[in-house]
């Protein structure tokens, strides 16, 4: 069984390691699919595992992972486990955010979960301008920071805020966030949030890294990611990947493929010169494209 130690590590500003590549598991909901792609990725090397309530595979996910932790052959702990979940927009608010996180954790079946991030700044239902999306989601944050201090989660974070929405977080909190996680790629190059949470020492963590997948399987053909893949004799999935791991953001690539699982896995194996990244950087401009849902309106 391959090690952690493959995957280089950010540290969060509470002290926690986290790798900085995991495996995504959007839309993998088949109990048999979501078993094998699992076991592929711990074997190939992931240990970092991003899910969410509303992926509903929480707890196939858990009766999975906690299936290698029982056999010893094998030698894993739960600690060698990074496993993450978030709050959908459904349940915002201080009572459905404390009791859907206590779902969650009983659905992994595990003791504690290293982050869970709320999902998106909005509440289903309301409107974008309704003022209820920021008592609701301010009230989501208190219950996080609470599950934090009582030690069931490590790290708290949100997911699809924008700079206006983070600035309010942080002009509340108790405990900072850890991690922002939101749609990155070269179409997307999100540079003032970024820099925002570098300032305030937030991780960043991309989704759809490759556009999902549209940048790799041809409906959007760019040259000059194919160009930058041949100078390193790579795949355009890895430049991508590569590209927001040298933006120092976590990349979450999800597969059902074993292949595909082992190649997203094999970017620390050569690096985008300066030059290149400038390259994909003004992609942004060029062709500029959101491929996932926009929080630009929620009030």
């Given at each position: ?127 974008l301008s309704d003022p209820r999306n920021v008592e609701n989601r301010k009230g989501s944050w208190k219950a996080l920071e609470e599950l934090y201090k009582e030690g069931k989660i490590r790290a708290i974070g949100v997911s699809n805020y924008t700079q206006k929405h983070l600035l309010e977080l942080l002009s509340y909190c108790t405990v900072t966030p850890t991690v922002l996680q939101f749609e990155l790629h070269p179409l997307l190059y999100q540079k003032d949030l970024i820099d925002l949470c570098k300032q305030n020492n937030i991780q960043v963590q991309a989704y759809s890294s490759l556009g999902g997948g549209e ?85």
């Amino acid at each position: 069984m391959s090690k952690m130690s493959t995957i280089p590590k950010f540290i969060l500003n509470n002290g926690i390691e986290i790798p900085s590549l995991g495996f995504g598991t959007f839309r993998i909901q088949n109990s048999e699919t979501i078993e094998l792609a699992i076991k592929s990725a711990i074997s190939s090397g992931y240990r970092l595992i991003d899910s969410a309530i509303g992926y509903r595979n929480e707890a196939m996910i858990g009766k999975t992972i906690n299936g290698l932790i029982q056999d010893s052959s094998l030698g894993l702990k739960r600690e060698d486990f990074f496993i993450t979940s978030k709050l959908p927009p459904s349940h915002q608010g201080y009572d459905n955010c404390r009791r859907e996180f206590l779902s969650s954790l009983a659905r992994f079946n595990m003791d504690y979960l290293d982050l869970f991030l709320i999902h998106w700044p909005g509440t289903q239902k309301l409107q974008l301008s309704d003022p209820r999306n920021v008592e609701n989601r301010k009230g989501s944050w208190k219950a996080l920071e609470e599950l934090y201090k009582e030690g069931k989660i490590r790290a708290i974070g949100v997911s699809n805020y924008t700079q206006k929405h983070l600035l309010e977080l942080l002009s509340y909190c108790t405990v900072t966030p850890t991690v922002l996680q939101f749609e990155l790629h070269p179409l997307l190059y999100q540079k003032d949030l970024i820099d925002l949470c570098k300032q305030n020492n937030i991780q960043v963590q991309a989704y759809s890294s490759l556009g999902g997948g549209e940048l790799v399987n041809g409906k959007m053909k760019i040259p000059i990611i194919d160009q930058i893949a041949q100078n390193h004799k790579v795949i355009p999935s890895q430049i991508l990947l590569r590209w927001g791991y040298q933006h120092e953001a976590i990349v979450i690539p999800k597969s059902i493929r074993p292949e595909k699982i082992k190649e997203n896995i094999n970017i620390f194996q050569f690096e985008l010169t300066e030059e290149e990244m400038e390259s994909l950087n003004s992609l942004s401009n060029l062709y500029p494209k959101r491929f996932c849902w926009d929080p630009t309106d929620v009030i």
